[in-house]
């Protein structure tokens, strides 16, 4: 795992948005492994879920200054979600609301 692969991942699979002013990272799969494997790089815990209706695990990473980090280390390798992570990151003040 490295910041190379998840940013394709998350260029693929993932998506970038505001939810209350916040950002937030969200992508899901059938399979948890590979959410399991990206959770131990970022060392982060109690990020992943289930959801019955969609029969697929989550991957949600909502805190902000995670977030700003994901970001940053990623955008070198992003192209589909340059833009959208470009836009969070432009927009983020110093008390890390959206501007």
Same mark, same amino acid.
């Given at each position: ?7 394709? &991942? ?24 590979v959410l399991d494997q990206i959770k131990e790089f970022l ?13 697929? &695990? ?16 990623i955008m070198p390798y992003l192209i589909v979600k340059k ?17």
């Amino acid at each position: 795992m490295n910041w190379a692969y998840l940013a394709g &991942f998350l260029d693929g699979e993932g998506c970038f948005k505001i939810y209350r002013g916040y950002p937030r990272i969200t992508v899901g799969q059938n399979s948890r492994e590979v959410l399991d494997q990206i959770k131990e790089f970022l060392g982060i815990e109690n990020a992943i879920t289930w959801s019955e209706p969609s029969k697929c &695990f989550y991957l949600q990473i909502q805190k902000k200054d995670t977030v700003i980090s994901i970001l940053n280390n990623i955008m070198p390798y992003l192209i589909v979600k340059k833009a959208e992570a470009q836009l969070i990151l432009d927009h983020w003040d110093a008390d890390r609301r959206l501007v």
